[in-house]
């Protein structure tokens, strides 16, 4: 056996290095192009439910959408299930809510209806943005689970105040940079009364307003004027989405508030304000990129409603109000 040089011992470790670092480069390019969605890496390792059927389930609602995105309503999931896949992963959930002015009257029942019913066992982070940081209510809060309070302006126009929340959520997210995984944005004047939790995880998660879902896609109150930027012809639009509650990970929901504000100002800088005002750019973006899952209205319901037969479970539902009375202005 020869003996090999100094020479050749410094060379092929050299030639080694290079071939590992390129090996890695490679690994980090590839990862680039293809990223690892966590989606794909749940694990059921020693769970026990139910039986699944393609041939049993419900029939009475559309559950899946034309781009084949899940449209989730009671029935179509198993919580052991999902919560068995998403408990070893330790996700964490960031909450905006907006509470200026009197809508702070509604923050407490808020708060306390999601600690009964929105991720129950999970990491939640509630982040309450407010006018008056001292009047927040002390709700107590299970291990894992907490309240940020970020002070914003008052504002005279109710307007503003919702135009502005695609800004201070698109901040928001930029600040949390990665340290939470999921996000949802929800009204304040609304209570949870039944599960929200795992089944609704998603890139891009809208939900279907209770208002619209039986009118035709002309009839929706989508922005019609075509200068602004939120417009949609009659012949456009899949769902009308609410502007109340939406979600999904962290860069997709970045992206759309970055967009949805990006656009308002837009239409701002010429004098226009769209019908609904980040309702409306919301709706023009969920046309554009689709949501990859779609949430019924048993997600927002509006308590003023009658329960329609496809609604088995109201799980979060718009209280009742007198807009004259709690509005800055009318
Ligand atoms: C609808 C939408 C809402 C928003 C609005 C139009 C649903 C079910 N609701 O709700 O999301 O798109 O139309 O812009 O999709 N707020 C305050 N102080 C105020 C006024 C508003 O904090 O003085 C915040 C609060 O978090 C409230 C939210 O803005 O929940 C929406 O305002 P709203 O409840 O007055 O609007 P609403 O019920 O007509």
């Not at 619209?212 to 109150?221: A, E, G, Q």
């Amino acid at each position: 056996m020869r003996v090999m040089s100094g020479k050749t011992v410094t060379a092929t470790l050299l030639l080694l290095s290079f071939l590992l670092l390129g090996v890695l480069y490679s690994y980090q390019n590839y990862s680039d192009v293809l990223p690892l969605s966590e989606e794909f890496h749940l694990e059921a390792k020693h769970l026990r439910y139910q039986q699944p059927s393609i041939l049993i389930g419900r029939t009475d609602v559309v559950t899946v959408t034309p781009w084949l995105a899940p449209v989730v309503w009671e029935g179509t999931f198993d919580p052991v299930l999902l919560d068995g896949l998403y408990r070893p992963r330790n996700i964490s959930v960031a909450v905006t809510v907006f509470a200026v002015g009197k809508y702070i009257r509604f923050l407490e029942a808020f708060l306390q209806t999601a600690e009964q019913h929105f991720f129950v066992g999970f990491n939640v982070h509630v982040y309450i943005f407010t006018d008056q940081p001292n009047e927040v209510p002390r709700v107590h809060m299970a291990p894992g689970r907490q309240v940020t309070v970020c002070s914003v302006p008052s504002s005279r126009r109710w307007q503003e105040i919702s135009a502005r929340r695609m800004e201070l959520i698109q901040t928001l997210i930029e600040e949390l940079s990665n340290h939470m995984d999921y996000i949802f944005c929800l009204d304040v004047d609304s209570r949870f009364h039944g599960r929200w939790g795992t089944e609704s995880l998603g890139g891009l998660v809208g939900v279907i307003h209770p208002g619209y879902y039986r009118n035709r896609r002309n009839k929706f109150p989508y922005e019609r004027r075509p200068e602004s930027r939120a417009y949609l012809a009659p012949e456009e639009g899949d769902f009308y989405y609410c502007g109340g509650a939406f979600g999904g990970r962290l860069q997709e929901v970045h992206l759309m508030a970055k967009t949805c504000r990006q656009d308002f100002e837009a239409d701002a800088r010429g004098g226009m304000e769209a019908a609904w005002q980040e309702e409306s750019h919301l709706n023009r973006y969920m046309w554009i990129h689709k949501p990859t899952k779609v949430l019924s209205p048993e997600y927002l319901w509006q308590d003023f409603k009658s329960r329609e037969p496809e609604i088995r479970l109201i799980r979060f539902s718009g209280v009742t109000k007198n807009y004259a009375e709690i509005r800055p202005n009318t």
